[in-house]
C-alpha cells in the first residue's frame, strides 16, 4: 500500500513569505507527527496529533508556525514569515496508534524548505 | 532531551556484523525501544523495536540486556548500502508526545 507522501519534495521560498508542507498519511493511520532536521542533526519533534484530540503542539519553535489535520487524515504544516533559520527538511511520520504503543510509526521523503 | 546515548559514528567492514549500542538508563518497565536509520537524503525507515525479549527479523536483530539499559542492534552482514544514521529512541512515556525526541544517531560507515 502506499506510504506517507509529502508535497512538495523541495521548496525554495523568499525570507517573510508563508510557507504551507503537506502530509498523506497512512489511510487509516490515527497518529501522526511532524519533524524538522536541521543540516546534519537529528530529528527535532514539533507537533503531534492523535485521532480527534486536541494536537501537542509542544515542539513548535514559534508562534509562526502551525499545523492542521483535518477530517483526521491529511495534515499541513504552515509557516508565516519565513526566516533562513527555518531552512531544514520537515518530516512527517504515521502510526496507526500512538507511536512507543507496540507499534511503529512510518516517516515521508520529507519536504526540504530552502529560505533565501 | 534525547533519553539515550549513542555514539556519534562507528565503522564496520563489508561482510561483517555490525554491532550499534544504545544506552537507555532511564527507561522504565513499559517502555519500547526504537531502532530507526536514515540513509542520506531519505525519511527514516524503521528497523526493529523490543519490549524486553531478543528480537530478530528480516533486517536486524536487536539484544536488550536483562536490566534493560542498554541495547544492541547488530546488522548480521553489513553490505555497503547499510551505510546510514542510526537511532534509538526510547519512549519514555505512553502515548503523547514525550520520548518522541530522536537524537543524533550512530553514523554507520560501512567500508568495501
Known amino acids: 500500500g502506499a506510504g506517507v507522501s509529502q508535497s512538495p519534495s523541495n521548496k525554495v521560498t523568499e525570507k517573510g513569505k508563508d510557507v504551507e508542507l503537506r502530509c498523506d498519511p497512512i489511510s487509516g493511520h490515527t497518529a501522526l507527527y511532524w519533524y524538522r532536521q536541521s543540516l546534519g542533526q537529528g530529528l527535532e519533534f514539533l507537533i503531534y496529533?492523535?485521532?480527534?484530540?486536541?494536537?501537542?503542539k509542544s515542539g513548535l519553535p514559534s508562534d509562526r508556525f502551525s499545523a492542521e489535520r483535518t477530517g483526521g487524515s491529511v495534515s499541513t504544516l504552515t509557516i508565516q514569515r519565513t526566516q533562513q533559520e527555518d531552512s531544514a527538511v520537515y518530516l512527517c511520520?504515521?502510526?496507526?496508534?500512538?507511536?512507543?504503543?507496540?507499534?511503529?510509526?512510518?516517516f515521508g521523503q520529507g519536504t526540504r524548505l530552502t529560505v533565501v | 532531551d534525547a533519553k539515550t546515548t549513542q555514539p556519534t559514528s562507528m565503522d564496520c567492514a563489508e561482510g561483517r556484523a555490525a554491532n550499534l549500542p544504545c544506552n537507555h538508563s532511564t527507561i522504565s518497565g513499559n517502555e519500547y525501544v526504537y531502532w530507526y536509520r536514515q540513509i542520506h537524503s531519505q525519511g527514516p525507515q524503521y528497523i526493529i523495536h523490543g519490549l524486553k525479549n531478543n528480537e530478530t527479523n528480516e533486517m536486524a536483530s536487536l539484544i536488550i540486556t536483562e536490566d534493560r539499559k542498554s541495547s544492541t542492534l547488530i546488522l548480521p552482514h553489513a553490505t555497503l548500502r547499510d551505510t546510514a544514521v542510526y537511532y534509538c529512541i526510547v519512549r519514555v512515556k505512553g502515548g503523547g508526545a514525550d520520548g518522541l525526541t530522536f537524537g543524533k544517531g550512530t553514523h554507520l560507515i560501512i567500508q568495501p
Open positions: 496529533f492523535q485521532g480527534n484530540s486536541a494536537p501537542d
Open positions: 511520520a504515521s502510526s496507526p496508534h500512538p507511536w512507543g504503543m507496540n507499534t511503529e510509526a512510518f
